[in-house]
């Protein structure tokens, strides 16, 4: 059984993806909900409101009154329940595996309803193109890529290791591809190319905003999913994505991905960012401490609504600014314009007299008033950010067949060699007894590792397994793991460098976490370690270097698994030695 239902803040169902079997189990546990002669294919979200609507109310009181919500729980039969929210939006994961799992798979859910939706989630006005892209990238991660890619267990880009002679060829076809775009008129701009699902590389327009390790994992996520049905792949798609975390414009970034499908398995994605970052980032920004004073007023915490209505009426100065001055354009736009400003001018009275007086009959005037605020920022944000009407797609393919000819001499190789990327054979020698490994940049979300071939020592249970278990020791601050089982020794590292590739000490990690479990400022993600869902290493990253300047530090992952002969010590050195090597091969220091 496996599903996952979204609820809005007036409990309605917005979302909703079960297989076949938690259906049938609905079914049979509620028949008495369903009209006559129904089947378990005909529920929907009036039965399902009926069904959960004790557990939505009562997480929505944990939350008013004791901002202590339900994270998970487990009922009988093994079946479990994870819960997250976004924006007023609660969404329940529900299945037949352990709660980490759930979370995990609830937090990458999350990731791509922001990825696929901005800010303007689940809104009447998006197309039914985002609900189909949705309800396939999950049914892909699910079904399919998460049980069998190592790439999509560790939340990492699989990096093809390339000469310096074919990796100017393709930097070469990529500018041409930029170059092109340009005289098209598009000027932020990106080109990324992949073989057999590896990264190959990217080129960027100085104008554009740089990409974060989490949307290049969303991208290859999202272009797995569409290359599942096996059909030609030649798409455009509206998507938002998150930009590195250090620029003042990211969180929400309007773009158009076109995915082509080139000659022997090579793809081809170019991004086409169309909208005023300025107005996208603050009006996002606008949303989230919107939602915030939303909840301090359920909960009734005055004190804390201050400071929370104050960073509102910045942000909502910055979207209007930003709007002045992006001179956008259009009777709609003006139109919606004059009501959201006449909307925030009556809140922002009200909430003066409130700060002022501290009445309970205040508050349920803003509270009642809020909704059509909402419904304002809702309409202004559809009509300024998500509006690609007016940028030229048509030659979009004729650029993706401009890097498909430059690139006819070597996309075979490329082809061979994505197969073949990177072989545990080749390591054997200077490492005897290593079976597997994993080298991750979390910074840039690149992954050097041997393909799991079906020959091989190491089973995918068994990497499945290390991978959740070093997880777990990390949420409690260690960052380095060892232990044995009968067959294999595994070891596990993270550690962190500075830009010219030195080695950085961090805080006390062990120290921290006991030190944050009396604390608020406690580091206590929602999800489980990995990118999609939130980037947990760039969190982690400033809370070991909180001084350090914001993108300054890289963080690195290394997984080793050897025979179970090889010692500690041996392993250790082992693993010192290849972080090194293959540091030389990929030019991390570049």
């Known amino acids: 059984m496996n599903g996952l239902i979204v609820f809005n803040s007036a409990n309605d169902v917005v979302f909703q993806q079960l297989n076949t079997a938690l259906a049938e189990h609905f079914f049979a546990k509620n028949a008495d909900l369903f009209p006559e002669n129904a089947t378990a294919s005909s529920i929907d979200g009036n039965i399902i409101l009926q069904i959960f609507s004790p557990i939505i109310n009562s997480q929505r009181i944990m939350h008013c009154q004791f901002d202590n919500t339900y994270s998970s729980f487990q009922c009988e039969n093994g079946l479990n329940f994870a819960f997250g929210d976004l924006l007023g939006y609660s969404f329940i994961k529900i299945g037949q595996r352990p709660v980490e799992i759930l979370k995990r798979h609830l937090g990458v859910a999350i990731a791509l309803v922001r990825h696929l939706y901005g800010a303007n989630l689940f ?7 985002q ?14 890529l998460w049980d069998e890619e190592q790439a999509l267990l560790l939340e ?15 930097h070469s076809a990529l500018d041409g591809a930029l170059e092109r775009l340009r005289d098209l008129g598009h000027q932020r701009i990106h080109a990324l190319l992949f073989a057999s699902n590896k990264f190959v590389d990217s080129a960027t327009s100085k104008q554009a905003l740089a990409l974060s390790a989490t949307d290049l994992v969303f991208l290859t996520l999202l272009s797995r999913s569409l290359q599942r049905d096996g059909r030609q792949l030649n798409r455009s798609v509206a998507v938002f994505l998150q930009g590195v975390s250090h620029d003042p414009h990211s969180g929400c970034v309007p773009c158009i991905a076109h995915l082509s499908q080139l000659s022997k398995g090579v793809l081809l994605v170019q991004l086409v960012e169309y909208a005023n970052l300025q107005v996208a980032s603050s009006m996002y920004d606008t949303f989230f401490v919107l939602q915030k004073i939303i909840t301090l007023q359920m909960q009734g915490d005055a004190d804390a609504m201050k400071p929370t209505y104050d960073s509102l009426e910045s942000f909502v100065k910055q979207t209007l600014d930003a709007l002045k001055r992006s001179k956008l354009k259009g009777d709609e736009v003006d139109t919606s314009l004059k009501k959201f400003i006449a909307k925030w001018d009556n809140l922002k009275k009200m909430y003066g007299d409130f700060f002022r007086s501290v009445e309970r009959e205040l508050l349920v005037r803003i509270e009642s008033n809020i909704p059509s605020f909402m419904d304002e920022l809702k309409q202004l944000f559809t009509l300024t950010c998500c509006d690609s009407s007016g940028i030229a797609l048509d030659q979009l393919p004729e650029v993706a067949s401009l890097v498909e000819g430059k690139m006819l001499e070597i996309s075979e190789f490329l082809a061979v060699k994505a197969e073949r990327n990177i072989t545990i054979d080749a390591y054997l020698e200077d490492f005897p007894g290593l079976i597997h490994f994993v080298y991750v940049n979390r910074s840039t979300g690149l992954m050097i590792a041997p393909d799991l071939r079906p020959n091989q020592l190491i089973s995918k249970k068994s990497l499945w397994s290390m991978v959740e278990f070093t997880r777990n020791y990390l949420k409690k601050g260690h960052t380095t793991v060892m232990w044995k089982d009968k067959t294999f020794n595994y070891s596990y ?3 962190f460098e500075d830009k010219s590739g030195g080695p950085m000490k961090s805080i006390d990690m062990q120290q921290h976490v006991v030190a944050s479990l009396s604390s608020n400022n406690a580091f206590k993600p929602q999800f489980e370690p990995g990118l999609l869902a939130a980037d947990y290493y760039q969190q982690l990253t400033e809370i070991c270097f909180p001084k350090a300047s914001p993108g300054k530090v890289k963080c690195y992952e290394l997984f080793c698994i050897h025979l179970g002969l090889v010692t500690s010590t041996c392993a250790v050195e082992h693993s010192r030695r290849l972080a090194a090597t293959i540091a030389d091969v990929a030019d991390e220091n570049n």
């Open 123 to 129: 809104a009447t006005q998006a197309s039914s193109v």
């Open 156 to 170: 990492a880009l699989p990096r093809l290791l390339i000469n310096n002679e074919l990796n100017r060829v393709v």
């Open 493 to 495: 590292f993270l550690w």
């Open 131 to 144: 609900e189909e892209l949705l309800s396939t990238c999950l049914q892909s991660y699910e079904e399919h």
